[in-house]
T-cell receptor, first 118, second 110 residues
Framework: GAVVSQHPSRVICKSGTSVKIECRSLDFQATTMFWYRQFPKQSLMLMATSNEGSKATYEQGVEKDKFLINHASLTLSTLTVTSAHPEDSSFYIC??????????????FGDGTRLSIL | GEDVEQSLFLSVREGDSSVINCTYTDSSSTYLYWYKQEPGAGLQLLTYIFSNMDMKQDQRLTVLLNKKDKHLSLRIADTQTGDSAIYFCAESLTGQNFVFGPGTRLSVLP
């Protein structure tokens, strides 16, 4: 079964709305989670690394004030798209790695959230 | 920076073998992964290989790694219509930060 749960799976909302996406690790405590964005027919681009108890690390070109990340517990990271506009419409995927896993063992990905801004 | 390249499309007939190729630029890549993404869904891990290996087989899947040429391939034997999806190659130095390829869209024809 899934070890990383992402919610909601789909969001449709009006321009200007803020949208929160949750990523939960179900079977392990994740000190680090990752947020990716995928445009249609394109690959996944890492947006930011979410660190439990500290500030997220954003990739170059990603607006931290636009994409707020909170990792307040060892099993939950949230991504809030603030004042969303149509250009923010995309597929957002989170991932987490079990810290007890052996080096190189892959991360677990959520099922993604499809965000559509009207 | 690191870069991962894949051909974007592949069509095969049902029952044939599919070979999806990937090249990467970072010679220090330690871990290489293959993920499958079906329409509207997240990523499903298929298999992964460490850079000190040159082959890994798991049922219908065979991964070949040519570290000298920085070339990775995924062979799917007896390809079925359910294998139609996008296949992503990814590399990582530490197993934490991933760099994904653009994905190869595999179409399986009846």
């Amino acid at each position: 079964g899934a070890v990383v749960s992402q919610h909601p799976s789909r969001v449709i909302c009006k321009s200007g709305t803020s949208v929160k996406i949750e990523c939960r690790s179900l079977d392990f405590q994740a000190t680090t989670m990752f947020w990716y964005r995928q445009f249609p027919k394109q690959s996944l681009m890492l947006m930011a690394t979410s660190n439990e108890g500290s500030k997220a690390t954003y990739e170059q070109g990603v607006e931290k004030d636009k994409f707020l990340i909170n990792h307040a517990s060892l099993t939950l990271s949230t991504l809030t798209v603030t004042s969303a506009h149509p250009e923010d419409s995309s597929f957002y995927i989170c991932s987490a790695r079990d810290p007890a896993a052996k080096p190189g063992q892959p991360q677990h990905f959520g099922d993604g959230t499809r965000l559509s801004i009207l | 920076g690191e870069d991962v390249e894949q051909s974007l499309f592949l069509s095969v007939r049902e029952g044939d073998s599919s070979v999806i190729n990937c090249t990467y630029t970072d010679s220090s890549s330690t871990y290489l992964y293959w993920y499958k993404q079906e329409p509207g869904a997240g990523l499903q891990l298929l298999t992964y290989i460490f850079s000190n290996m040159d082959m890994k087989q798991d049922q219908r899947l065979t991964v070949l790694l040519n570290k000298k040429d920085k070339h990775l391939s995924l062979r799917i034997a007896d390809t079925q219509t359910g294998d139609s999806a996008i296949y992503f190659c990814a590399e990582s130095l530490t197993g934490q930060n991933f760099v994904f390829g653009p994905g190869t869209r595999l179409s399986v024809l009846p």
